[in-house]
């Protein structure tokens, strides 16, 4: 059984450009939520989907977005970067629509300069 | 809007001595709770939840939490830890099982 997976692992971007993170969902699983660590802090919520759809989204601004493909696995693309979104960036899947185990990826990197 | 209070940023404890990760949580609604395991360089682990009945839960890896709806408590408790327990830890809340909200977690440090 594969687990989750999540590409690149570390990136470094400047202001102001745009990034795709990518992750592949556990064998299974149709649902995808992503989370954004900065430095010494929790994992914060920055949307889910489920079956391709949006099924939640957190206190972020727009130019988070993201997709689910037909096999379940997504992308997270952040545009207009920010010094602030230098963080540890997780995808967890899980079964069905609730969130009670996520299954986390090793999670993406991301440098902005 | 919920949120979590890990009021412990660092434990340092001795192996085999047990230890307490304390949790707080504010909530206007009910919430399920969550404590997971983050190991250096890897994702986040689920060490247990509570979602309803008894308010002792136990988990993997020894770990056991109790939920108290009036102090809006939810410790982590280990009896005896091992060196392999060093990690960070992290509480966390949801109302609905569709959003977590964490704490900024303990790092929890087993000296030998």
């Known amino acids: 059984e594969t687990g989750v997976t999540q590409s690149p692992t570390h990136l470094i971007k400047t202001r102001g450009q745009q990034v795709t993170l990518r992750c592949s969902s556990q064998s299974g699983h149709n649902t995808v939520s992503w989370y954004q660590q900065a430095l010494g802090q929790g994992p914060q919520f920055i949307f889910q989907y489920y079956r391709e759809e949006e099924n939640g989204r957190g206190n972020f601004p727009p130019r988070f977005s993201g997709l689910q493909f037909p096999n379940y696995s997504s992308e997270l693309n952040v545009n207009a970067l920010e010094l602030d979104d230098s963080a540890l960036y997780l995808c967890?899947?899980?079964?069905?629509?609730?969130?009670?185990?996520?299954?986390f990826g090793e999670g993406s990197r991301l440098t902005v300069l | 809007a919920q949120s979590v209070t890990q009021l412990d940023s660092q434990v340092p404890v001795f192996e085999e001595a047990p230890v307490e990760l304390r949790c707080n949580y504010s909530?206007?609604?009910?919430?399920?709770l969550f404590w997971y395991v983050q190991y250096p360089n890897q994702g986040l682990q689920l060490l247990l939840k509570?979602?309803?009945?008894?308010?002792l839960v136990k988990g993997i890896n020894g770990f056991e939490a109790e939920f108290n709806k009036s102090q809006t408590s939810f410790h982590l408790r280990k009896p005896s830890v091992h060196i392999s327990d060093t990690a960070e830890y992290f509480c966390?809340?949801?109302?609905?099982?569709?959003?977590?909200?964490f704490g900024s977690g303990t790092q929890l440090t087993v000296l030998p």
């Open positions: 966390a809340v949801s109302p609905n099982q569709r959003q977590l909200t």
């Open positions: 509570y979602l309803s009945g008894s308010t």
């Open positions: 909530s206007s609604v009910s919430v399920y």
């Open positions: 967890a899947s899980s079964s069905g629509q609730g969130a009670g185990e996520l299954f």
